[in-house]
């Protein structure tokens, strides 16, 4: 059974840092698209990054553009999300997620997920 674990998420204060990490059991790990999405308390899941198969690609919601940034480590089959300069509107659950699809954009084309990291960001 496939399994994407997330950790990292903690309370940060506004401006500060953190890294969160997902390692995966997915075999074939470089053939997936890897994604991060949030959901804040009583919003719909969103989008906050991607990257492609190979490295290749990168995709960012605009408002963390600067801010975060996505990579994966092929050899230990684990994404990673760099958070800096945290604001209180980053406050949600993330989820790491995998897709064999290009549309990194759509939350249903994603056939695994996480269970969720919890990153609180106070003022």
């Known amino acids: 059974q496939v399994q994407l674990v997330e950790s990292g998420g903690r309370l940060v204060q506004v401006g500060g840092s953190l890294r969160l990490s997902c390692a995966t059991s997915l075999r074939s790990f470089n053939n997936y698209a890897l994604g991060w999405w949030r959901q804040a308390p009583g919003k719909e899941r969103e989008f906050v990054a991607a990257?492609?198969?190979?490295?290749?690609?990168?995709y960012y919601k605009d408002s963390v553009k600067g801010r975060f940034t996505i990579s994966r480590d092929n050899a230990i089959a684990a994404v990673y999300l760099q958070m800096n300069n945290l604001q209180p509107e980053d406050t949600a659950v993330y989820y790491c997620a995998a897709t064999q699809k290009k549309e990194v954009f759509r939350r249903s084309v994603y056939d695994y997920w996480g269970q969720g990291t919890q990153v609180t960001v106070s003022s």
């Open positions: 990257i492609s198969w190979y490295e290749t690609s990168t």
